[in-house]
């Protein structure tokens, strides 16, 4: 009988939740697969929504995994500088058969030094900072570069996960969990990338995100020099 599945999801303050809750569903309806949230210490998580996490094990408690994901959100910006994070990604990185994230998430990769030399997705206002970490920016809902999976920002999650039990376990398995999530999406407006957004919504959202870009680029930038 094969050992079960190790997934790994990180956890920390300001993570987007749908970053992590839509693999998390997919994840979980692998068969045998276990799936653990993790952070630092067994204490709620504070998510950038209303929703509070309680992760499942601790940094130090977490087996050899076999996918370990990074999802994005504003507490990114902190944790590409957060050493206990990094160290705990590089550890997991060794043996692990997948490196993942969604979102931002890529960019703890990066400052982690594991998507060098790799192609990446992230969201697309984080998009310029990936070569900062020696990645290659890639405007893709997912992308698949050997045993680096990453996924574009918040709603690919979802696409990200499918992806990647295809790899893990096969199509067939992921088209059965995509039927059961009924996952068929038809946006009712067709905003939801920088390519196709009426110019004023796509300006609108540059003006309200300007400071926390601005702040990005001082935490990126940061991390960035460390690697150099």
Not at 117 to 145: E, I, K
Request: hydrophobic fraction near 40%; charged fraction near 20%; include cysteine.
């Amino acid at each position: 009988m094969s050992a079960p599945l190790q997934i790994g999801l990180v956890l920390f303050p300001k993570v987007t939740q749908l970053d992590f809750t839509g693999p998390l569903q997919v994840f979980s309806s692998v068969p045998g697969a276990q799936v653990h949230l993790i952070w630092k210490r067994i204490e709620p998580v504070p998510s950038d929504s209303v929703l509070t996490i309680t992760p499942t094990v601790t940094f130090a408690d977490c087996p050899q995994l076999d996918v370990i994901c990074v999802p994005g959100g504003f507490g990114t910006d902190d944790m590409v500088n957060d050493e206990e994070m990094l160290a705990f990604l590089r550890k997991q990185a060794e043996g692990a058969k997948y490196i993942t994230s969604v979102c931002t998430g890529s960019l703890v990769l990066g400052a982690a030094g594991l998507l060098k030399g790799y192609r990446a997705a992230t969201h697309w206002t984080a998009m310029d900072f990936l070569s900062g970490f020696g990645a290659t920016p890639t405007r893709t809902r997912v992308c698949v570069d050997r045993n680096r999976v990453t996924g574009g920002g918040v709603t690919a999650g979802i696409d990200f996960a499918l992806t990647l039990v295809s790899l893990l376990v096969d199509r067939r398995t992921a088209e059965e969990i995509q039927l059961r999530l009924e996952y068929n999406p038809a946006p009712p407006f067709n905003s939801g990338s920088p390519d196709t957004a009426p110019p004023e919504i796509l300006a609108l959202m540059k003006d309200k995100i300007a400071p926390a870009q601005a702040r990005r680029t001082e935490m990126i930038g940061r991390a960035a020099a460390r690697m150099t």
